[in-house]
Antibody
Framework: QVQLQESGPGLVKPSQTLSLTCTVSGGSISSGSYYWSWIRQPAGKGLEWIGRIYTSGSTNYNPSLKSRVTISVDTSKNQFSLKLSSVTAADTAVYYC????????????WGQGTLVTVSS | DIQMTQSPSSLSASVGDRVTITCRASQTINSYLNWYQQKPGKAPKPLIYVASNLQSGVPSRFSGSGSGTDFTLTISSLQPEDFATYYCQQSYSTPPMFGQGTKVEIK
């Protein structure tokens, strides 16, 4: 059973870069044809898709965040990562990593989520 | 972007009730509609994919229907563990947008 686990700093200062890593276990990140995604959820609010990466390295980003987002993959470590630059308090949220199945067309597996607070 | 609108935003129901949640897309999405359940402090859990397909391990009291722009999630007999927030999500185009959520509370 595939499992995903987010890790990274829980506190980031305004204007700095938020960096998170998702470690995949129970299967190789390179096997199959999956998209590896980041999704966030501010407290008490809904879900916002940030972007995704394919194991080939091709990426897609939410246009609303595209100028500030970079998603990368490290197949040797079975990890993929998120960088969000120039953060503000509006970026405070629980950040989830998830595996998207492009055949069944849904987010099949999710990490437990990690809270990132943007504050000085 | 395709906007997803759920109704109601919240509802109160009793154990054993039949519950229906509606999701409307701002343009046609064929059957590319998924449903997730989220409990406080937990990640969303997939329930239904491509409008009507039950995720493995999900009880059969959950069902989904619809196509085009209008979709429904039905819980045939609400159980105590079903009190949660439910989200729809379109997978027809990028970015994959979520509805605002429907909170199902105990009456």
């Amino acid at each position: 059973q595939v499992q995903l686990q987010e890790s990274g700093p829980g506190l980031v200062k305004p204007s700095q870069t938020l960096s998170l890593t998702c470690t995949v276990s129970g299967g190789s990140i390179s096997s199959g044809s999956y998209y590896w995604s980041w999704i966030r959820q501010p407290a008490g609010k809904g879900l916002e898709w940030i972007g995704r990466i394919y194991t080939s390295g091709s990426t897609n980003y939410n246009p609303s965040l595209k100028s500030r987002v970079t998603i990368s993959v490290d197949t040797s470590k079975n990890q993929f990562s998120l960088k969000l630059s120039s953060v503000t308090a509006a970026d405070t949220a629980v950040y989830y990593c998830a595996r998207y199945d492009p055949v069944a067309e849904y987010f099949q597996h999710w990490g437990q989520g990690t809270l990132v607070t943007v504050s000085s | 972007d395709i906007q997803m609108t759920q109704s109601p935003s919240s509802l109160s129901a009793s154990v054993g009730d039949r519950v229906t949640i509606t999701c409307r897309a701002s343009q046609t999405i064929n059957s590319y509609l998924n449903w997730y359940q989220q409990k406080p402090g937990k990640a969303p859990k997939p329930l239904i994919y491509v409008a009507s397909n039950l995720q493995s391990g999900v009880p059969s009291r959950f069902s989904g229907s619809g196509s085009g722009t209008d979709f429904t999630l039905t819980i045939s007999s609400l159980q105590p563990e079903d009190f949660a927030t439910y989200y729809c999500q379109q997978s027809y185009s990028t970015p994959p947008m979520f509805g605002q959520g429907t909170k199902v509370e105990i009456k």
